[in-house]
């Protein structure tokens, strides 16, 4: 950033550091199973949005509210169990993850004004949930299945925020002869909400994007040793769907309608490969 102005508007000279840690434990059960603990801190650095408030005393150090909302700290707990076996003749991997997170955010959001919003956020999120991974072998095909049920809320004002769907998953099914190969992913998340909506910051005023499942799909043939030729389609069935937070244009929503701007999935997208090993 280059000031063109000959007059010093603020001083910035002070220093802030903080640690991240990490402590985990891991326990085998017997040869197929292990349990496993883990709890974590880190940080980030607000850096230059510390500029927006009054964070700053004359001499350019942080002041007492500056040096609080210098740096956001997120911490984590999580308690999992991994497992692999059989099943028949199938061989299979499977992991589930508790876990539970706490993160403070002190920012600024430049769109706010706009809105009649206070830009300055200071807000602490809690969540919880599970994640599961998994995947399982039998001869040629092979299916994994990724999942993450998560809940989080605002507890500064009880609000869920913006872009956070209860469920997100991913089933992938392929088969691989050798000669040939097929196979598809469902990637999908239930609905979610956009930031808040109201001039107020009423968190209860939000509009809700609908959850969507996309299917993206691969095949792959090999005629000859070293050739391959493969067809990758994303988004197979040219499906519109949002999956950033975005937010409200309009200030209110009326009748259950409302403007809001989001990033669309990028519709259908079709790719050809060829690849030769020599």
């Known amino acids: 950033t280059y000031n063109t102005s000959k007059t010093i508007s603020e001083i910035l000279d002070y220093t802030k550091s903080y640690v991240s840690w990490s402590f985990g434990a891991l326990y085998e059960v017997d040869n197929n199973t292990s349990v496993f603990a883990r709890v974590s801190r880190g940080g980030r650095f607000n850096a230059d949005r510390l500029i927006y408030g009054k964070a700053f005393n004359s001499d350019g150090s942080l002041s007492t509210g500056g040096n609080a909302l210098s740096v956001n700290y997120v911490t984590q707990q999580e308690l999992g169990i991994k497992k692999r076996g059989r099943i028949g003749d199938a061989s299979f991997n499977a992991e589930l993850t508790l876990y539970r997170a706490q993160v403070t955010e002190n920012n600024y959001d430049f769109t706010a004004p706009s809105l009649g919003r206070d830009p300055n956020i200071s807000a ?3 969540s919880y949930g599970a994640e599961f ?4 072998r039998y001869g040629n095909f092979n299916l994994e299945v ?5 809940r989080t809320k605002d507890i500064t004002n009880g609000a ?3 872009a956070q769907p209860k469920l997100t998953y991913r089933v992938s099914p392929s088969y691989d002869a050798g000669v040939a190969a097929i196979g598809f992913t469902a990637d999908g998340q239930t609905s ?5 909506a109201s001039a107020s910051g009423d968190p209860g ?4 994007i609908p959850g969507q499942t996309y299917f993206n799909a691969f095949v792959k043939v090999r005629p000859y040793t070293g050739l391959e030729l493969g067809m990758n389609v994303n988004n197979l069935f040219n499906t519109l ?3 950033g937070n975005g937010g409200i244009v309009t200030d209110t929503i009326r009748n259950g309608a409302g403007v809001f701007d989001n990033s669309a999935m990028l519709g259908r997208t079709i790719s050809a490969s060829l690849k030769y090993k020599f």
């Not at 991974?133 to 399982?136: G, N, W, Y």
Request: hydrophobic letters at 25%; charged letters at 5%; zero cysteines.
């Open 124 to 126: 602490t999120f809690h």
């Open 133 to 136: 991974a998994s995947s399982l």
């Open 146 to 150: 990724i999942g993450n049920y998560n």
């Open 160 to 162: 869920t925020p913006g």
């Open 192 to 196: 979610s909400l956009t930031g808040m």
């Open 205 to 208: 005023v939000q509009y809700t």
């Open 241 to 243: 769907g949002y999956r």
